[in-house]
């Protein structure tokens, strides 16, 4: 699996020399926007890097090359769930870096690096590719790239709202049941929950992606 992501970054350079850029121009434009502006600026360079690789597997017909290869598809499949959390957090540590570098010089505007925000992000990019992921298994890139660029937009425009929403309100407004049950628990127990449920959502992707492509003819 190392050598899988490996390869998908090695390919990547001039993606990753762009996402450099990308970083820095959205810690300008999205700072007005509050901690969603991170959430937004880390999706969209997970986004670059996670499905740019797809793209060039596609483009190279990589796939039919690892299948006359010794590799598991259950390992192929695995390895792109996990490189989207390599992406994240390259995105994250650039953006820290940059409103580090930022607040040395004093200069201004900068995204708020807070909690909300990186817990926004890691949302984000788990629900987002774990609806885009099982499209390209199914049909490749390229068939599913309409399909996943109106997801991208969905979640860029609709995390805005949400994320600024728990930025401001510090808690999502549910069913008076759920945040009774919420009010009785700590931070810390609806921080597990959230992330059981994410990590549950991100499995069941994961086994639809693999049966997908094993089905899948190359």
Do not use: W
């Given at each position: 699996?190392?050598?899988?992501?490996?390869?998908?970054?090695?390919?990547?350079?001039?993606?990753?020399?762009?996402?450099?850029?990308?970083?820095?121009?959205?810690?300008?434009?999205?700072?007005?926007?509050?901690p969603a502006g991170l959430t937004i600026g880390v999706l969209a360079i997970t986004y670059q890097l996670a499905l740019g690789a797809s793209a060039l597997e596609d483009k190279n017909n990589s796939d039919i090359i690892l299948m006359s290869l010794p590799i598991k598809r259950t390992i192929i499949v695995l390895s792109k769930y996990v490189s989207i959390y390599i992406y994240a957090a390259y995105a994250i540590l650039g953006f820290?870096?940059?409103?580090?570098?930022?607040?040395?010089?004093?200069?201004?505007?900068?995204?708020?690096?807070?909690?909300t925000g990186?817990?926004?992000?890691?949302?984000?990019?788990?629900l987002f590719c774990s609806i885009s992921f099982p499209l390209i298994f199914k049909y490749g890139f390229i068939k599913a790239k309409m399909a996943n660029l109106i997801i991208f937009f969905v979640f860029v425009?609709?995390?805005?709202?949400?994320?600024?929403?728990?930025?401001?309100?510090?808690?999502?407004?549910?069913?008076?049941?759920?945040?009774?049950?919420?009010?009785?628990?700590?931070?810390?127990?609806?921080?597990?929950i959230s992330m059981v449920l994410l990590l549950l959502i991100l499995i069941c992707s994961y086994f639809i992606s693999l049966t997908f492509y094993r089905k899948r003819e190359f």
């Open positions: 699996m190392y050598h899988l992501i490996k390869k998908d970054i090695l390919m990547q350079k001039k993606a990753i020399k762009l996402s450099v850029l990308l970083i820095i121009f959205f810690t300008f434009t999205l700072s007005n926007i509050g820290y870096l940059v409103n580090l570098i930022i607040n040395l010089l004093n200069l201004r505007p900068d995204i708020p690096f807070n909690f990186l817990i926004g992000a890691i949302i984000a990019v788990t425009f609709g995390g805005t709202g949400l994320v600024s929403y728990l930025s401001e309100n510090n808690k999502l407004m549910l069913s008076q049941d759920i945040m009774t049950f919420l009010s009785n628990g700590s931070d810390i127990v609806i921080l597990i």
